[in-house]
């Protein structure tokens, strides 16, 4: 397996659980799942000057993934209150005005955009203009081959359809889930059935794949005019947070392998399956989950 060179840009964070806090946001989930599948990870965010942040980097050099996150002296660390339903579905509270609401450009980072294999990016870090124009920028400055990612995570009211459609614009490979699905209907007006509206983001936005997930319903993935449809299996749920995030990693990572499109997806499947059964978004992996991806 070559060791790719993987970015996250965006939110990194405390989910606070009511029994207690666990390293979270997407962008970071991401590059955890795809440092361990054997590719380097890296992060591009910011945290504060403070315990929490202080206890965030201490982590992240111990998972041995690529620090590029600011310490941030003005802005607290990001934190999100998560409760979970009865089928371990969460919902966030996402506390305002923190460090990754404020991500400045670096030259050091830049330096691995430049080199970057594949960059993914969500909404959530772009509600706020400085760390939106600075994920906009490294994006620009990426190689014109490097997959960019568009796992949309749309949370709360945190997007407008401005911010969608530059980052479509940008991106060559989104994931969705069927809410933010029919968000993207709403705002493009664009067709309600399903290979339809598939059809139109890819031609409209020119992406090369669409991946889209729900839940216990399955998941597809597009590309050009192959289409792959997996049922989800069935697990003993612990939760489903980082689930997507480690969906769209282990697509990625199987992506620039170039695997058959049938087989990254079960790759994809198999590894959020065993997420949603793990507690948190960055478990350790089995022997059998790292066998399969070897």
């Known amino acids: 397996m070559r060791n790719f060179t993987i970015v996250g840009i965006g939110e990194i964070l405390w989910d606070l659980f009511p029994g207690g806090k666990m390293l979270g946001g997407a962008p970071a989930n991401f590059a955890y799942h795809a440092q361990k599948q054997g590719n380097k990870g890296y992060i591009i965010s910011a945290v504060g000057n403070d315990q929490l942040g202080n206890e965030i980097l201490k982590i992240i050099n111990e998972k041995n993934l690529g620090n590029l996150i600011n310490l941030d002296s003005e802005h607290p660390t990001g ?66 081959n490097c997959l960019k990612v568009y796992d949309i995570n749309l949370r709360q009211l945190y997007y407008d359809k401005s911010t969608i459609k530059e980052s479509l614009n940008i991106a060559n ?28 983001l890819l031609h409209d936005f020119g992406l090369s794949v669409i991946a889209l997930t729900m839940g216990t319903e399955g998941s597809y993935i597009f590309s050009g005019s192959q289409k792959s449809f997996l049922p989800t299996p069935k697990i003993e749920l ?20 170039n695997l058959p499109l049938e087989t990254l997806h079960q790759n994809a499947v198999e590894v959020s399956a065993f997420v949603c059964s793990s507690s948190g978004a960055m478990p350790d992996y089995p022997e059998e989950i790292t066998r399969r991806l070897s």
């Open 238 to 257: 612990a939760d489903t947070v980082g689930a997507g995030d480690s969906f769209t990693a282990t697509m990625v990572s199987g992506l620039l392998q």
């Open 173 to 200: 490979v989104l994931k969705l889930n069927e809410e933010e699905l029919d968000v993207l209907i709403r705002l493009f007006d664009l067709d309600d059935v399903l290979e339809s509206v598939i059809d139109q």
């Open 79 to 144: 934190t999100v209150e998560v409760t979970l339903d009865s089928d371990g579905v969460p919902t966030y509270n996402i506390i305002e005005e923190v460090a990754w609401d404020n991500i400045p450009f670096s030259r050091s980072a830049e330096k691995i955009v430049e080199v970057a294999d594949a960059i993914c990016f969500g909404s959530l870090a772009q509600r706020n203009e400085t760390s939106r124009n600075t994920i906009m920028r490294y994006l620009k400055n990426s190689r014109k």
